[in-house]
């Protein structure tokens, strides 16, 4: 009995210190390690819809989050907006149409595509776009349609017990989406009027508001993406993620 109990958290413990064994492996110096890449990120992405207990990674359809405030406080769209229970769908359906990886450096640049990403979320907003005021407290459905994502991790080594982990210190991304609808329900403490002529107006001027704010949902985002990354790159030491040879 005490060998099984040993053996249980023998494994236990190399488990959490491995990618799951269904994921592919992209070898450092495989001179195509940029194509494996871009076929292996995309299908590890879809093995974690219900998460990875072992690496403490949540499930990524959907991704929740708990909260994020987005500010944009000039130009012609002043609003505040603060998100709880947020939940991204779509991140899984992702593909990536190039891939740059410069390990010696610790950089990861990628492009990727997303047909289809929802960000749903209980809302509180105060503002003005234009010279029209807005106001409300619901539910917010913010649809991004073939949303290109260029992705800039910048890393740096970590060694522990021996081994080096590569712990992402920065993640740049920037949202380029072909169309956006927005939907904010209860505008104007309910009035269906009002409320119904202001989603008219914003999806009637989409681009405009989604300028404004983007910026503050890259930066939100961002920091989302960039703790999913670390919960394996900080559990998994570099040469398990990327083999050697």
């Known amino acids: 009995m005490l ?5 249980f958290i023998l494994s236990s413990v190399l488990a959490q ?8 492996r992209c ?4 001179a195509g390690l940029n194509d494996c890449l871009k076929i292996a990120v995309p299908d590890a992405l879809r093995k974690m819809r219900k998460g990875i ?3 403490s990674v949540p ?8 909260g994020m405030n987005i500010d944009a406080g000039a130009g012609p769209v002043v609003i505040t907006q603060n998100y709880k229970n947020i ?9 990536l149409t190039s891939y740059k990886a410069d390990l010696k450096h610790y950089r990861l640049r990628t492009d990727s595509i997303t047909p289809k990403m929802e960000f749903i979320a209980d809302y509180i907003m105060k503002g003005r776009i234009l010279v029209l005021p807005i106001q409300g407290k619901g539910i917010a459905n913010v649809t991004m349609v073939n949303l290109v994502v260029k992705h800039d991790l910048i890393g740096e080594p970590v060694v522990k017990d021996g081994e080096t982990y590569m712990r992402i210190r920065d993640y740049r991304v920037k949202f380029i989406p ?21 989603n008219l107006f914003l ?23 960039q703790d999913v990354t670390n919960k394996i790159f900080n559990s998994v030491p570099m040469n398990k993620i990327f083999p050697e040879d």
Not at 3 to 7: N, Y
Not at 27 to 30: A, C, I, S, V
Not at 87 to 95: A, C, E, K
Not at 206 to 224: A, H, M, P, T, W
């Open 87 to 95: 939940r991204l769908h779509g991140l899984t359906d992702s593909v």
């Open 178 to 198: 072909q169309r956006v609808y927005l939907h904010f329900s209860n505008l104007f403490n309910g009035d269906k009027r009002l409320g119904d002529q202001m």
């Open 27 to 30: 070898r450092q110096r495989d």
């Open 3 to 7: 060998r099984l109990f040993f053996i």
């Open 203 to 225: 999806n009637e001027n989409s681009d405009l508001v989604f300028n404004e704010l983007k910026d503050s949902y890259e930066k939100s985002l961002s920091s989302v993406f």
């Open 53 to 55: 207990p072992s690496l």
């Open 17 to 24: 210190n491995s990618l799951p064994d269904d994921f592919s």
């Open 59 to 66: 499930p990524l359809e959907p991704l929740a989050v708990s």
